[in-house]
Structure formats: C-alpha cells, structure tokens
C-alpha cells in the first residue's frame, strides 16, 4: 500500500541536493542490511559477522527477482 507523500515532506526532498539524497538511499539502505543481519542471526547464532553482512547483501540484491 502506497501512502502520499505529505506536502511537508515533498518540500523538504525537493530543497535536498542531489548528494544529500543520495546519502539518504545509502543510509536507508545499509539500516536494511542491519535490520536483515540481525533477523539472520535469530536463524544462524553461530554464522560470523561476515557471514551475515554476506548473506543480508545476497538476499537483498536478490529481492526484486
């Protein structure tokens, strides 16, 4: 379900430069990667940090297909 986006919010995307939104997507994104590491580390305790920054990643990238 989509939601508008309130005027308030579109005025403040609107006065962001192209650099500050794209930091925007790249925070957003990498809060994805800790949010999937941790729902991984529930399944795998005993998978290394590597191992979860690897697997989040894959299934993320992965996600749309």
Do not use: C, N
Not at 7 to 15: C, G, N, T
Not at 38 to 46: F, I, Q, W
Request: hydrophobic residues 40%; positive net charge; proline residues 6%.
């Amino acid at each position: 379900m989509r939601e508008p986006i309130h005027p308030v919010q579109l005025e403040a995307f609107k006065r962001m430069t192209p650099a500050q939104k794209l930091q925007m997507v790249a925070d957003l994104y990498e809060a994805g990667i800790r949010l999937r590491m941790e729902g991984l580390r529930m399944r795998h305790p005993d998978w290394t940090d590597e191992q979860l920054s690897f697997e989040a990643r894959r299934s993320l990238r992965h996600a749309g297909t």
